[in-house]
């Protein structure tokens, strides 16, 4: 069987050009997605670059299997709220439009265009459009306004990457959206995307897949479509998305209520997914290749307004009972948050933080402008919100700077309050839950207190199987090695076997972590939990009550870098692995900055 | 096609006395299959439960040999070998395969009818007859159009070919060859594209002539048009669509004929109506109180 061949888009906005690039070889080495994202960086990227200069590089990346196990695309950058590897992973059609107009490891965007523009991939037809007239409008009406626009033009529907006003004014978790509920949110790729006047992407393929044996690769989605376990997923994601796992989350302590400063509270009654599905649910939503879709959007139309959006963790778990709302609030904020393009998760914190420090006196009606900011209020959030999308203000401009550089502005005592790791909000899975496992999980991040930095990640956002999506097919096909392996064999033409990709998964870890390292992460100042897991105990509402201990801590944080992380006891990169994988090229630029060990 | 019936109720029948389905599920499938409600009953009753088989039972054990008085008791005799009871036999499985629309019996003649509220876009369906027509995977060679839109939530929506009856077939009334190249077909009951008149790029009349755009032309795929053909693609009268089989949502259905070219929409029309229905206003003029 033939194998088959990868080609990136590479676009550069300071020259206007773009062309076509094979990266066959590095496909084979890394897998695509997230794995070929760290290696773009680490070539492209200078060590020392601002994230928001032009110098930074964005690549909206997808994998041999996109499009096959659900399709995801994994926006990869250096980001500019932690500095380090950054990465998002969104849903929606556009990562199949890549793999049709045969861009199949994706497209990577570097330098900064004079004024704000769109990029236009149409098959061949590649342009760098003006988008002067969109510049500063909401996702929505810019969405809704290219796709239009572009169908008049071609015939086609085109899939489309865009950012609202939160990433045209570079606020440090901006994320960017696709089919208005779909968002690549974590970590600022928004803010990227802004510095770079990119207000959207829009991609059109209309080529057959360069699938190296169609019928096998058919045979297998057949078995998948009408296997049982597909159908059985079916059943609870097509009707409830997340909506279920949100009170569930709140009843056991995993996601924060009121600043992540109570346990179990009556607010959370009021998440209730039953009543939500009941007066605002229209119809399911999927993925292309995905028979268990699992968007569930819902629409309002009340006399305050017209909302639309979806509830996932990402856009609702850190607001919610974080600011004492229930989900019929947070049908406004939600929709607004979507809007206005910012990381849902990440926002959530920080709006809880900032009502916090209001009720604590370290920030005052002086500095909100003559705002009074009140818990369960929805004009106070979306006042807050609004205040960091167009940086307005003392207490706007400091928030959309992210924990560490507001920090700096709100004062020392504002430290406390804040439940963040790494600088990144944290009240989705709470850390101090020890059950949830998340703690060390976020401790020990070289991206930022997030899920998704750990191995099982590297394998599956490299291959680019969606997380939502996965569970029939390790039903049918075994482990994510065993599926990648069964896959990309009639995909890609590639023999590989589980144990090879194995490796593969070890590779994408470590260099990601070395991507981190050279860009200014080092364990040993930047791990850790915030104050507040030592000093105040968090319970589920059954009475399990957990609290971590300093000693504890330091402990179990060894144990894991070694036995989960395959690190060494101080959570830096094994020379040996290094070695063995292909990654010594990274060792001297480390070795001097203390990451080898 | 009676035959076909036959075996079908036959089918069913032994479905309803093996007790795989129970009688009222028997008369709605009848039904669907275009028996009356009185025949079906009839049917339904000539299947008779099955009798359960007899449970096995050991033989009973031998009388004890009893001795006379006063005579010396005889050995008695070795108790025959008490035979092991056999192991009742397991229930047979119902197999099922898929979980689509493919467990319904399908009509004699029909179309394939598309519910665009159940419908999720994971355009599998596209993939399946992309496939089995052209033996690769690519959705624009469908004969099944899936496309997204944006109300502005996400929302996919179908397009099918009706199977108009040829009074109706504007496709077919468009043709300028005489037979028509593009026809249906009263013998196999479904629209069928004659390769060896059809013009293909020099004609292309009856593209735009059906409203709901299910007249295909891909000049990369076939040199002449295409439009469903109920995946019957030696034109044998053998209708198994692929989409409806994989379609994991029964968004796709393939149904008896009914008065259905009222339904010949073109699927921009469709989420036209579904947005409508959303918005009073325009679907652009999304309002919150915070907007600036």
Redesign the interface.
């Known amino acids: 069987m033939a194998e088959i061949s990868f080609y990136t888009l590479e676009v550069d906005l300071t020259a206007g050009t773009s062309k076509k690039v094979d990266v066959t070889e590095d496909m084979k080495k890394y897998l695509g997605g997230r794995g070929l994202a760290t290696k773009l960086r680490w070539d492209m990227v200078p060590q020392g670059a601002d994230a928001l200069s032009p110098d930074n590089i964005i690549h909206f990346g997808i994998g041999p299997l996109t499009g096959l196990l659900g399709t995801k695309m994994i926006v990869s950058f250096m980001s500019p709220l932690t500095n380090w590897a950054g990465r998002g992973a969104t849903s929606g059609y556009i990562g199949e439009e890549m793999v049709r107009a045969h861009y199949n490891a994706g497209i990577v965007v570097r330098g900064k265009a004079a004024k704000p523009v769109y990029l236009y991939v149409y098959n061949d037809d590649v342009e760098i459009r003006d988008a002067s007239d969109l510049w500063g409008e909401w996702k929505q009406k810019t969405e809704v306004t290219i796709r239009d626009r572009l169908k008049e033009e071609t015939g086609q529907t085109f899939g489309v990457a865009c950012i609202g006003p939160a990433g045209e004014n570079l606020v440090r978790y901006a994320n960017i959206t696709t089919e208005f509920v779909h968002s690549a949110s974590k970590w600022g790729g928004g803010a990227v995307m802004g510095s770079k006047n990119l207000k959207a992407i829009a991609v059109k393929g209309t080529k057959t897949p360069m699938y190296a044996d169609h019928a096998t690769v058919w045979d297998m989605m057949k078995t998948y479509a009408q296997h049982p376990a597909t159908a059985n997923r079916k059943l609870g994601e097509s009707r409830w998305g997340h909506t279920t796992s949100m009170p569930t989350h709140l009843r056991n302590a995993n996601e924060g209520i009121k600043n992540s400063h109570l346990s179990w509270d009556p607010i959370v009654e009021q998440s209730n997914a039953l009543v939500h599905n009941l007066k605002y649910y229209e119809w399911t939503d999927g993925c292309p290749g995905c028979a268990a879709a699992c968007f569930v959007p819902f629409f309002k139309n009340g006399p305050t307004g017209a909302f639309a959006g979806e509830f996932r963790h990402d856009n609702t778990g850190n607001l919610n009972a974080n600011v004492m709302l229930g989900y019929e609030e947070m049908t406004e904020i939600s929709s607004y948050i979507d809007e206005m393009g910012v990381d849902g998760e990440e926002v959530g914190g920080i709006v809880a933080w900032a009502i916090d420090l209001y009720d604590n006196g370290i920030i005052t009606k002086e500095d909100t402008g003559g705002y009074e900011f009140k818990w369960g209020d929805i004009p106070t959030v979306n006042r807050i919100l609004n205040m960091i999308a167009y940086r307005e203000g003392k207490v706007g401009n400091a928030l959309a700077d992210g924990y560490y550089r507001a920090f700096e502005v709100f004062g020392k005592e504002s430290e406390w309050y804040a439940f963040q790791f790494h600088g990144c909000s944290g009240a989705t899975y709470d850390p101090r839950n020890k059950s949830a496992g998340r703690g060390l999980e976020y401790g020990t991040s070289h991206n930022g207190a997030r899920m998704g930095a750990g191995h099982s990640n590297a394998i599956r956002e490299s291959a680019t199987i969606c997380n939502f999506a996965r569970s029939p097919f390790s039903t049918i096909w075994g482990s994510d090695e065993e599926v990648c392996s069964a896959w990309l064999k009639p995909v890609a033409g590639w023999d590989i076997t589980p144990e090879e990709l194995e490796d593969i998964k070890m590779r994408n870890y470590y260099f990601n972590r070395a991507l981190s390292l050279r860009a200014g992460y080092h364990p040993s100042k930047d791990d850790g939990l915030c104050p507040r897991c030592f000093d105040e105990p968090i319970s589920n509402k059954y009475g399990e009550t957990w609290v971590w201990d300093h000693d504890e801590w330091a402990e179990a944080a060894k144990e894991y870098y070694v036995s989960s992380l395959g690190l060494t006891e101080e959570g830096i990169l094994p020379r040996g692995e290094l070695e063995r994988l292909g990654l010594d090229f990274v060792i001297p630029v480390l070795e001097p900055m203390n990451g080898i060990g | 096609m009676a035959e076909n019936l036959d075996q079908r109720l036959s089918l069913l029948q032994e479905q309803l006395k093996e007790g795989a389905i129970t009688r009222r599920s028997f008369l709605r499938y009848a039904s669907i299959l275009g028996v009356s409600v009185a025949a079906a009953e009839a049917l339904a009753a000539c299947a008779t439960q099955a009798t359960p088989a007899p449970v096995p039972t050991c033989p009973p054990p031998a009388p004890v040999p009893t001795c006379p008085p006063d005579e010396p008791c005889p050995e008695p005799a070795p108790c025959p070998a008490v035979e092991p009871c056999p192991e009742p036999e397991p229930c047979p499985e119902v197999v099922?395969?898929?979980?689509?629309m493919q467990n319904y019996p399908y009509p004699r003649s029909g179309y394939i009818d598309s519910v665009e509220?159940?419908c999720?876009?994971?355009?599998?369906c596209q993939?399946?007859r992309s496939?089995k027509h052209f033996?690769?995977?690519?959705r624009?060679?469908a004969r099944v159009r899936v496309?997204?839109?944006?109300l502005?939530?996400?929302?996919?929506i179908q397009s099918t070919c009706v199977q108009c009856t040829p009074e109706e077939a504007e496709c077919q009334k468009a043709c300028p060859i005489n037979p028509p190249a593009i026809y249906f077909d009263e013998e196999t009951q479904h629209m069928v594209v004659n390769k060896d008149t059809c013009a293909g790029a020099a004609c292309l009349a009856c593209v735009p002539a059906c409203n709901a755009n299910n007249v295909h032309w891909e000049p990369t795929a076939s040199d002449v048009v295409f439009v469903c053909d109920l995946c019957d693609i030696d034109n044998t009268g053998e209708l198994k669509p692929e989409c409806v089989?994989?379609c994991?949502?029964n968004a796709l259905r393939f149904q008896s004929k009914s008065p259905r070219d009222c339904w010949r929409i073109h699927s921009d029309e469709k989420a036209e109506l579904l947005a409508r229905r959303?918005?009073?206003?325009s679907?652009?003029?999304?309002?919150?109180?915070?907007?600036?």
């Not at chain 2, 033996?135 to 690519?138: D, L």
């Not at chain 2, 502005?152 to 996919?156: E, M, N, Q, S, T």
């Not at chain 2, 679907?283 to 600036?292: F, G, L, V």
């Open positions: 099922k395969t898929g979980w689509g509220q159940l999720v876009g994971c355009g599998i993939m399946a496939m033996g690769v995977i690519n624009d060679w496309t997204k839109y944006m502005p939530l996400p929302k996919a089989e994989v994991n949502y959303m918005y009073p206003l679907k652009t003029e999304m309002a919150t109180e915070w907007r600036m």
